[in-house]
């Protein structure tokens, strides 16, 4: 039996249009699909967009459109923008979907039945870039948003609550007795703090329709629509298909594991864990939380204007490399900073030199020289057999890295085996074996081993450059990037060399802009 996961990203409101940031974390979604899947996992990738809700309601009014105009351009463009990408998402969700509408007005009436909702008068700061109500320690000294640089509106009205209060000492039980629910563990703890010192309030569940009709009604009172939160959650059980006992896969919503940004693990954890638990449903297996894409210190949105367009890094510097840069340079959980300068010297030094130009040196030198095979009766020599065994720690690696969300140690591992063929080879001297027709066995058993090295490099990189890992793969009669090249113990034949992959060309800086007044 396959083991089955369920990976999610957040959907992402259709107020801006796909960044850099948004694109990390359906990356990292691709990766790690990309990962499980190649050991042999079932693997739902669920992304899409969020599309209800006032601060949705205001651009479309500034920009003069119907709501539901915007939402399907935008939407649109975060679809094209991963499929260009080639983010293998099996789910594009959309929260105006009308099975959506039908699960968010049955998931409330469940809680009204249940007890769980009520009415009253209700005071507070809301942000309408968080779209929330702020607590007062949320608020910075100058009482301002700390995300979005702005004071939140005082607002007070009639609303319906969910009583999320009930759920504090819930919330804590489940956070301290499941520690995979947040990961990294400095979330979980933050959380855990926040729901041991302060009072958990209850959730406003619903907007009145005098002030936001674009959302779904409620219900029970069709003078108002549900907040914008409380709607877009759901997305995750209802692709499930939820509340449908029929359709409802259970077993894959029990291994939801949501990849998000730490800007909602708050709305994620007390507010989603607290629904589903009053629904009677289990809380996901686990929230991932990524940190920010830092541009020049602050965080990249686009409400502060210092976006970078993942298309345009892949169209001016080529396919893959802002995924491999993405990966390699951040540090699950905590922020980094994006810069050109960081990403043109990553991508040259570890793609263009590293991986890039071993495959080619060793490539061309197997094509010139007719290498396929190990010869008959030739034997390995310690120093090949030691590079072999190289293979397998990397994916020993490999595999570590991904259950501890410490991506970087995956492509760390890989820049070692590439560091280690490149020392054997300079070692080995095959151009220099080339010219000795006595050292011919010699010559076809050392590249055929680093054949076999670069066969498992093409392999083990598939999550985080597939289209470079199946050019190698394709090149050495490899059909797909299966696990077993890279513990296969024997030396295989491979086919003769036709043609060279191009992997990866060395990029540059743009050159600076002339003075005009020079
Ligand atoms: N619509 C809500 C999510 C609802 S999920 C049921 C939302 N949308 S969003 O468009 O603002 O997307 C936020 C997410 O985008 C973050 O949680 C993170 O995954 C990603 N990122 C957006 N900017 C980012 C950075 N600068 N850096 C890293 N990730 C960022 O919140």
């Known amino acids: 039996m396959k083991n089955r996961r369920y990976i999610t990203t957040p959907l992402y409101y259709v107020n801006a249009r796909p960044h850099l940031g948004h694109a990390y974390t359906t990356i990292m979604a691709d990766v790690v699909k990309r990962h499980y899947t190649q050991r042999g996992d079932e693997v ?152 041991k010192n302060e009072k958990l309030g209850d959730l406003c569940i619903s907007r009145p329709k005098s002030r936001l009709t674009w959302g779904i009604e409620l219900p029970f009172d069709s003078n108002f629509v549900t907040y914008v939160w409380v709607d877009a959650l759901l997305n995750y059980l209802a692709a499930t298909g939820w509340p449908d006992a029929q359709k409802y896969d259970e077993k894959l919503w029990n291994e939801a594991v949501h990849l998000i940004g730490k800007d909602i693990v708050k709305t994620h954890s007390v507010y989603w864990f607290s629904i589903l638990m009053a629904l009677g449903v289990k809380p996901p297996k686990s929230l991932n939380v990524n940190g920010y894409w830092l541009i020049g210190g602050t965080k990249m949105s686009k409400s502060l204007g210092n976006v970078v367009r993942p298309l345009d890094v892949e169209g001016t510097y080529g396919r893959e490399t802002l995924r491999f840069y993405l990966l390699r340079e951040m540090s699950y959980g905590n922020d980094s900073t994006f810069t050109l300068e960081s990403f043109v010297n990553s991508v040259n030094a570890h793609l263009a030199n590293g991986i890039g130009n071993l495959c080619s040196r060793v490539l061309t030198l197997c094509q010139k020289n007719g290498v396929t095979q190990v010869p008959a009766g030739a034997k390995l020599e310690s120093a090949d057999q030691a590079l072999l065994d190289r293979r397998a720690q990397a994916l020993q690696e490999w595999n570590a890295a991904f259950e501890e969300l410490k991506y970087q140690n995956a492509v760390k591992s890989w820049s070692e085996l590439v560091t280690a063929c490149d020392l054997y080879i300079n070692e080995q001297k095959p151009w220099a074996l080339a010219k000795d027709p006595a050292q011919s066995g010699r010559l076809h058993t050392v590249l055929t081993v680093c054949m076999q090295v670069i066969e498992a490099l093409g392999v083990l990189i598939y999550p985080v450059l597939p289209e470079a890992s199946l050019k190698i793969c394709g090149a050495l009669g490899l059909e797909t990037p299966d696990l077993s090249a890279v513990t296969r113990a024997e030396v295989r034949a491979f086919p003769a060399i036709a043609e060279v992959p191009k992997l990866f060309m060395r990029i540059a800086l743009p050159a600076p802009e002339a003075d005009s007044k020079a």
Not at 68 to 91: C, G, H, P, R, Y
Not at 170 to 183: C, V, Y
Request: charged share 30%.
């Open 44 to 195: 739902v990738f669920l992304t899409g967009t969020d599309e209800h809700g006032e601060k949705i309601a205001q651009i479309a009014a500034r920009e003069g459109k119907a709501p539901q105009q915007l939402a399907d351009e935008v939407s649109a463009d975060f679809k094209e923008t991963w499929e260009k990408m080639n983010l293998s998402f099996d789910i594009f969700y959309r929260t105006t979907s009308p099975s959506h509408v039908a699960a968010v007005r049955e998931a409330l009436t469940l809680l009204k039945s249940k007890g769980e909702i009520e009415f009253r008068e209700y005071e507070g700061n809301y942000c309408v870039g968080c779209e929330r109500f702020l607590t007062d320690t949320e608020l910075t000294a100058d009482g301002t948003c700390a995300d979005h640089q702005k004071k939140p509106e005082h607002r007070k009205e009639g609303n319906y609550f969910f009583l999320m209060s009930n759920y504090q000492q819930k919330l804590i039980d489940h956070l301290e007795s499941h520690p995979e629910s947040i990961r990294p563990d400095q979330y979980r703890g933050e959380i855990l703090s926040f729901l």
